[in-house]
């Protein structure tokens, strides 16, 4: 774990550095990808501005709403998103309530829209899970796995799980965020449809998502499942109905 770095008398803290790395690959990619879908780069940057405030917002709050017990009694870390601490469900609908707005107003495919982001998303994800592995939050659970992981001192993993050897959930999201990527690259090469690409992001994080709750540590269960599966299994069924309901009209 490495939650701080040290540039001369300078502390920059790992998780908002790959936060930031992840931020500005999303943007990239979203470029490379929207000049095929005839989106101007001037159009993903305006965007890029509104999503990275309320995407921020949103998984800071599915977080802090996850863990209203702890913030009650320590409201002034709600805003201390530095030292980690975020959903990344929470931001993907806030982030994608903006873009639906915005490609409103502004008068843009929103399925070309979200089609030319979903590359850039997956490996942000990717890179952002990094972060969380140096920060040592997004742990797993106890393990007898020969890589299980003890984090120090300090970290929020250690706090729950003093001394264990625990799932490095991170790393196994920051590669599978890798894979894809790799995926929805190859997919855009042979794109047949608007829509097709985020459609397959949604699927496979959902599915990705839902599984991996089994092995990361989560304070919270209702019904035996975690808020972040209740979540993606929701986003999954809406994805789906959505998905046949379209090939129906088009039949």
Not at 96 to 106: E, G, I, P
Not at 214 to 219: G, I, K, L, Q
């Amino acid at each position: 774990m490495l939650p701080t770095i040290t540039l001369g008398n300078l502390p920059i803290h790992t998780f908002g550095l790959f936060f930031g790395l992840a931020y500005l690959t999303a943007i990239g990619l979203t470029i490379y990808f929207g000049r095929q879908e005839k989106i101007l780069p001037d159009q993903v940057l305006d965007l890029a501005i509104y999503v990275i405030i309320f995407s921020v917002i949103g998984a800071r709050l599915f977080y802090v709403i996850g863990l209203w017990h702890y913030f009650w009694q320590n409201p002034w870390e709600i805003v201390m998103v530095q030292n980690g601490g975020i959903v990344y469900l929470g931001g993907l609908l806030a982030g994608f309530l903006t873009v639906v707005v915005y490609s409103k107003l502004k008068n843009i495919n929103l399925l070309k829209m979200l089609d030319s982001m979903a590359p850039g998303l997956a490996l942000a994800y990717a890179i952002g899970r990094l972060g969380c592995f140096f920060n040592g939050c997004c742990f797993g659970l106890p393990t007898t796995l020969p890589w299980g992981i003890v984090f120090p001192k300090g970290s929020l993993a250690d706090f729950y799980c003093p001394e264990q050897h625990l799932h490095p959930t991170q790393l196994y999201a920051a590669g599978l965020g890798l894979l894809a990527f790799i995926g929805l690259a190859l997919i855009y090469r042979r794109k047949s449809f608007d829509g097709q690409i985020i459609y397959w992001w949604i699927i496979y994080y959902t599915l990705y998502r839902f599984v991996i709750e089994f092995f990361r540590f989560s304070p919270i269960h209702w019904a035996g499942l975690t808020p972040s599966q209740w979540l993606a299994a929701l986003i999954l069924g809406a994805t789906l109905a959505g998905a046949y309901y379209f090939r129906r009209q088009r039949v």
